[in-house]
């Protein structure tokens, strides 16, 4: 898997929208790039995963550069019920190709402030 | 179910005692994964099944840990002769059968949590 770097923590305020870059300078052709989320004392949720150029849900958007160097995840509006950890992670995460195991990194600490 | 459900959500357990968690994945998914997570964000990867098979054991430090997925019983996990250190969050995910195509995404249980006393 590649590796990945983003920022530690984050803060916001409600109504804010707020962006979260990952770098991934390794990323190779097959990888994909995928976020979760982590509440406390809950385990991770899949968020949104992206291969090029934007990806949008209910929840948030996914935005991948051309050369795929890097991802910005943007979520839209937060409230204070988005207070997370969000990680991210890329790389071809198929079973077959890589046995699946996803290997986070130390993720970024959103809080969302009233 | 439509969740992936562990038991129990807290273990206590004394030095030198046994532990074991249990984990019900999604019904459909081939796959099952532990992870446990020590430090705030700190996860690492201890087992994966495909069914009822060992797909990949890297992660698992052996002389005292062990993990079944039978048939038609929950998935386990067994920690003989717990350790100070073996405190932790310990996940469990499901994902359904890879097609080969896409990437599906892990689905991942609350977690236990184990406190080693």
């Known amino acids: 898997l590649a590796k990945t770097t983003q920022p530690i923590s984050m803060d916001s305020y409600e109504g804010q929208e707020v962006n979260i870059t990952c770098s991934h300078n390794?990323?190779?052709?097959?990888?994909?790039i995928t976020w979760y989320q982590q509440f406390p004392s809950q385990g991770p949720r899949f968020i949104i995963q992206g291969y090029k150029t934007k990806v949008t849900n209910e929840v948030a958007s996914l935005f991948i550069p051309a050369d795929r160097k890097s991802s910005t995840l943007s979520l839209p509006r937060v409230s204070l019920s988005d207070t997370a950890v969000y990680y991210c992670?890329?790389?071809?995460?198929?079973?077959?190709?890589?046995?699946?195991?996803?290997?986070f990194g130390q993720g970024t600490t959103l809080q969302v402030k009233p | 179910g439509e969740e992936v459900a562990q038991t129990p959500k807290h273990l206590v357990r004394g030095e030198g005692q046994k532990a074991k968690l249990y984990c019900a994945p999604i019904?459909?998914?081939?796959?099952v994964f532990w992870y446990q997570q020590v430090l705030k964000n700190e996860f690492k990867f201890l087992i994966s099944?495909?069914?009822?098979?060992?797909?990949?054991e890297t992660g698992m430090p052996k002389e005292r840990f062990s993990a079944k997925c039978l048939p038609n019983s929950p998935c386990s996990l067994e920690i003989q002769a717990t350790k100070l250190e073996d405190s932790a969050v310990y996940f469990c995910?499901?994902?359904?059968?890879?097609?080969?195509?896409?990437?599906?995404?892990?689905?991942f249980g609350d977690g236990t949590r184990l406190s080693i006393l």
């Open positions: 099944f495909q069914n009822e098979n060992v797909f990949d």
């Open positions: 995910a499901s994902s359904p059968p890879d097609r080969g195509y896409s990437n599906q995404p892990q689905h």
């Open positions: 992670l890329v790389g071809d995460l198929a079973p077959a190709s890589n046995t699946g195991k996803l290997i």
């Open positions: 390794n990323i190779a052709t097959n990888d994909y």
């Open positions: 019904k459909g998914h081939s796959y």
